[in-house]
């Protein structure tokens, strides 16, 4: 299985699906454009890295099943976009990355071994370096997830029909919306939790994902100042803009005054195949890639 979507020539998977805590949104690749979302009970998903996410698993079997057209003998291959907080993302930089696949996995879980809070004896560890300029930092993406979790997740699509080969996390697959222009902060709030990147032009140099308490203005600026103060320490430059998704109906309150405490331009996340919302902006990412 594959944390970071990476397309190869081969045909795409015919469906995608995103879950989060509120529902399944859904779609035909082939048909970008007519995505749609099952909602699920409150309680069937209760994401996090430490704990089985899947509550309520006769729940979302059920729900699932009832996805999934007339069975025709072969499995149908699927996306699964998860939802950030069941996994750890992070972005590592390295003066030098070795050529063996084997040093490689063995140098990324030793520098990520103290920064998870599960084993990662029992989690999936996918990774991809980004391209380098000349005499700079290999920026290497790194995504870690319990393998029970993944597991959990996968299991009513896998007896639904579905074979799940593309697994990905919401905030990776929503970068595809992103024009790789300058310096860009992309701020995602999904249920509880604050999900904020930073790209220099295509390369990803930051990713963390932040449980809130309250969700307010005050507390997400709490996480934004520092992101902030980090491109500028560390990217020597100020961030060109930053993106909201996820802030629905608050969006045009928390834009101004974003904009006005971080001095940055702010704008919402923008897809040609609909408005992203907390629940689907990882499968409209997963289209954008494929369009």
Known sequence: MSLLTTLLGDPPPAWAFEISESGIAFGRTEAPEQLSFRPLPEGAISVSPLRDNVQQPEVLAREVAALAPPPNGHRLRAALILPDYCARTAVLDFDSFPS????????????????????????????????????????????????????????????????????????????????PNGITMIAKLGGATLSVMVLRGPVLKLARCVELTDATSEE????????VAYVEDELRARPERLLLCGFGRTTDEEAPFLQAELGVPVEALRSRFGTPVWTNAGLLGYMESLA
Do not use: C, N
């Not at 997400?220 to 520092?226: A, D, F, K, Q, Y």
């Open 100 to 179: 063996d696949k084997d040093e490689q996995r063995a140098l990324v879980r030793f520098r990520m071994k103290k920064t998870v809070p599960f084993e990662l004896e029992s989690a999936v560890v996918s990774y991809f370096q980004q391209p380098a300029g000349s005499g700079a930092k290999i920026d290497v993406v790194v995504a870690l997830i319990p393998v029970e979790i993944v597991a959990r997740y996968e299991a009513p699509f896998r007896s639904a029909g579905f074979q799940p080969g593309e697994v990905v996390t919401s905030s990776l697959a929503a970068l595809h919306m992103v024009e």
């Open 220 to 227: 997400i600026l709490s996480v934004l100042h520092p992101t």
